[in-house]
């Protein structure tokens, strides 16, 4: 797997005499697998000079991937200048998180192309374009497998994990912490922190946005990025062979880059890090023990069209009235149906009734005690699984963690970084109604086939009967296979490939081959 950096400066580009060994470029990596399988992530700044490289190529046979983390300025200002797309005969596919719960990747994209800020349209593009919306979850870009996972930023944001080659890239930018006392530098990698460290776990090389040290973080809390302390001890946590420090803060001259970076290799010498550059290449050579990909809620990254949301209800247990009206405005512009927490004996007939998709429990003992409410939530109905958000003051990961607390939202919090808890909450929630409806699809074709042999060997005579496959007698009825292409679809396309591989033709033609190759020998035989 081959890495370049094309930007790594975080919110606006700063090109210039102080940023010249780092970059002023704003976010954008090249990756390429062994095989040729480009894949763009983020399309910043940066992405014009790679779009100018690759369009010095053969462009018109020019077929490429980008994976979009989020849609603020910053990771797509690149896409109106990126050369390719406006080439005819070339194909991309965009992939990226919606930026809330009805609006698609395309029509992020295609904002920033309006007429009253850009003088050509999304429309414009010639490229044979197709747009992918995700959730959390995994899919594949022709070799390279994928997995994604939400960060904590004030838009809904994706990570991606890359697996290729034998070896694994995880790209985390822009994300915070969830604990506010785990960014500090104290307390114990629990919960949502936990999870994002299980993600990375084990990666050859982890590009994560360090835009902020320590000391400067409290200053920036809710902005959606991390101090560098903090991700030097998830990379730790994590076994991460290398890490590599991007998304520098425009403030921050090469000098200064310089100066965290060694002071970090003081404090954690077991850490390979490094600040990335513009233009810097990793190559990751292949590896024998290839890391699994981490368990993700969502078989499917992508999210179809039939899986829209429509209008998710959320239960509100909140007293105090200045977080309720922001929660309720909240709520009222994602079209979100709010209902008041019932009676925790009336819970489980007011989940089956309503279908709620996420609790959302303020903590503020002893007016409310939103960490009892939970326990209480997950006693009378355990099979649900509700996701539940704590509101609080401060986050307490060792109670919440014990009362099965899905995340926090704690005070004070901006109306951005409200919303995105919650929209990734209800698609989180979206992406588990996927899975169940994708397992019971799985059950149903899963269910045992009888094969009943009523033909005569094959080349006894001209016409050849087929055999007859049933299912058990609580499905007696009976399918008749005829020798067409769909019933070979139907029968042995479960078991050899997926549809839409080249090797599912490739196996079918070896099937059918030895299956003729048998019947002409068997007739000489006799």
Same mark, same amino acid.
């Given at each position: 797997?081959?890495?370049?950096?094309? &930007?790594?400066?975080?919110?606006?580009?700063?090109?210039?005499?102080?940023?010249?060994?780092?970059?002023?470029?704003?976010?954008?990596?090249?990756?390429?697998?062994?095989?040729?399988?480009?894949?763009?992530?983020?399309? @910043?700044?940066?992405?014009?000079?790679?779009?100018?490289?690759?369009?010095?190529? $053969?462009?018109?046979?020019?077929?490429?991937?980008?994976?979009?983390?989020?849609?603020?300025?910053?990771?797509?200002? +690149?896409?109106?200048?990126?050369?390719?797309?406006?080439? *005819?005969?070339?194909?991309?596919?965009?992939?990226?998180?919606?930026?809330?719960?009805?609006?698609?990747?395309?029509?992020?994209?295609?904002?920033?192309?309006?007429?009253?800020?850009?003088?050509?349209?999304?429309?414009?593009?010639?490229?044979?374009?197709?747009?992918?919306?995700?959730?959390? +979850?995994?899919?594949?870009?022709?070799?390279?497998?994928?997995?994604?996972?939400?960060?904590?930023?004030?838009?809904?944001?994706? @990570?991606?994990?890359?697996?290729?080659?034998?070896?694994?890239?995880?790209?985390?930018?822009?994300?915070?912490?969830?604990?506010?006392?785990?960014?500090?530098?104290?307390?114990?990698?629990?919960?949502?922190?936990? *999870?994002?460290?299980?993600?990375?776990?084990?990666?050859?090389? !982890?590009?994560?946005?360090?835009?902020?040290?320590?000391?400067?973080?409290?200053?920036?809390? &809710?902005?959606?990025?991390?101090?560098?302390?903090?991700?030097?001890?998830?990379?730790?946590?994590?076994?991460?062979?290398?890490?590599?420090?991007?998304?520098?803060?425009?403030?921050?001259?090469?000098?200064?880059?310089?100066?965290?970076?060694?002071?970090?290799?003081?404090?954690?010498?077991?850490?390979?890090?490094?600040?990335?550059?513009? &233009?810097?290449?990793?190559?990751? #050579?292949?590896?024998?023990?290839?890391?699994?990909?981490?368990?993700?809620?969502?078989?499917?990254?992508?999210?179809?069209?039939?899986?829209?949301? @429509?209008?998710?209800?959320?239960?509100?247990?909140?007293?105090?009235?200045?977080?309720?009206?922001?929660?309720?405005?909240? !709520?009222?512009?994602?079209?979100?149906?709010?209902?008041?927490?019932?009676?925790?004996?009336?819970?489980?007939?007011?989940?089956?009734? $309503?279908?709620?998709?996420?609790?959302?429990?303020?903590?503020?003992?002893?007016?409310?005690?939103?960490?009892?409410?939970?326990?209480?939530? *997950?006693?009378?109905?355990?099979?649900?699984?509700?996701?539940?958000?704590?509101?609080?003051?401060?986050?307490?990961?060792?109670? #919440?963690? %014990?009362?099965?607390?899905?995340?926090?939202?704690?005070?004070?919090?901006?109306?951005?970084?409200?919303?995105?808890?919650?929209?990734?909450?209800?698609?989180?929630?979206?992406?588990?109604?996927?899975?169940?409806?994708?397992?019971?699809?799985?059950?149903?074709?899963?269910?045992?086939?009888?094969?009943?042999?009523?033909?005569?060997?094959?080349?006894?005579?001209?016409?050849?009967?087929?055999?007859?496959?049933?299912?058990?007698?609580?499905?007696?009825?009976?399918?008749?296979?005829?020798?067409?292409?769909?019933?070979?679809?139907?029968?042995? @396309?479960?078991?050899?490939?997926?549809?839409?591989?080249?090797?599912?033709?490739?196996?079918?033609?070896?099937?059918? %081959?030895?299956?003729?190759?048998?019947?002409?020998?068997?007739?000489?035989?006799?």
């Amino acid at each position: 797997m081959r890495v370049q950096f094309w &930007g790594t400066r975080g919110s606006l580009a700063t090109p210039g005499p102080a940023t010249a060994r780092y970059g002023g470029n704003t976010s954008c990596i090249e990756v390429r697998s062994a095989r040729g399988t480009l894949v763009v992530i983020d399309c @910043g700044t940066g992405g014009h000079a790679l779009a100018r490289k690759l369009a010095s190529g $053969d462009v018109k046979r020019l077929r490429g991937n980008i994976l979009i983390s989020h849609t603020h300025w910053d990771h797509i200002q +690149g896409i109106p200048f990126f050369d390719p797309l406006y080439v *005819r005969g070339t194909e991309w596919d965009i992939y990226g998180p919606s930026r809330g719960l009805r609006e698609s990747l395309r029509d992020a994209l295609a904002g920033q192309m309006q007429y009253v800020y850009f003088p050509v349209s999304l429309d414009q593009f010639q490229a044979n374009i197709r747009y992918h919306d995700l959730t959390e +979850g995994m899919f594949s870009i022709d070799d390279i497998r994928v997995s994604a996972r939400y960060l904590n930023h004030p838009v809904v944001t994706l @990570g991606y994990r890359l697996q290729v080659d034998g070896a694994t890239l995880v790209y985390a930018c822009d994300h915070e912490p969830h604990s506010r006392t785990v960014a500090l530098g104290d307390g114990k990698i629990i919960g949502e922190d936990l *999870r994002h460290a299980e993600f990375l776990d084990g990666a050859d090389l !982890l590009i994560h946005d360090a835009q902020y040290t320590a000391e400067e973080y409290p200053e920036k809390i &809710g902005w959606g990025h991390s101090p560098v302390e903090y991700v030097m001890r998830l990379a730790e946590h994590a076994c991460v062979k290398r890490l590599a420090l991007t998304h520098h803060d425009p403030r921050r001259d090469d000098n200064a880059i310089e100066g965290v970076v060694a002071r970090l290799r003081e404090s954690s010498p077991a850490v390979d890090v490094f600040p990335a550059f513009e &233009g810097q290449v990793v190559e990751l #050579g292949t590896r024998l023990d290839e890391a699994a990909a981490p368990s993700i809620r969502g078989l499917q990254a992508e999210i179809p069209p039939e899986h829209a949301l @429509g209008n998710p209800a959320v239960l509100l247990a909140i007293e105090d009235t200045t977080t309720s009206d922001v929660v309720s405005d909240v !709520l009222k512009a994602e079209n979100i149906i709010a209902r008041p927490l019932p009676n925790i004996a009336d819970l489980p007939d007011a989940i089956t009734k $309503d279908g709620p998709s996420l609790a959302i429990l303020e903590h503020d003992p002893p007016r409310l005690d939103g960490i009892r409410l939970c326990r209480a939530i *997950r006693r009378q109905a355990p099979e649900h699984r509700l996701a539940v958000l704590m509101v609080a003051r401060e986050d307490n990961q060792d109670a #919440g963690t %014990a009362a099965d607390v899905s995340d926090w939202l704690i005070k004070p919090f901006t109306v951005a970084c409200a919303r995105t808890k919650i929209r990734t909450w209800l698609l989180r929630a979206a992406g588990g109604a996927m899975e169940r409806a994708g397992d019971a699809e799985r059950r149903e074709a899963a269910k045992p086939l009888r094969i009943v042999h009523t033909a005569k060997p094959l080349g006894v005579d001209e016409s050849t009967k087929v055999p007859r496959v049933s299912r058990p007698a609580a499905d007696r009825k009976q399918m008749v296979v005829s020798p067409d292409k769909s019933a070979l679809l139907w029968m042995y @396309g479960r078991e050899i490939a997926a549809f839409d591989t080249p090797g599912f033709s490739t196996k079918l033609g070896e099937i059918i %081959a030895r299956a003729s190759t048998r019947a002409q020998l068997a007739g000489r035989s006799r």
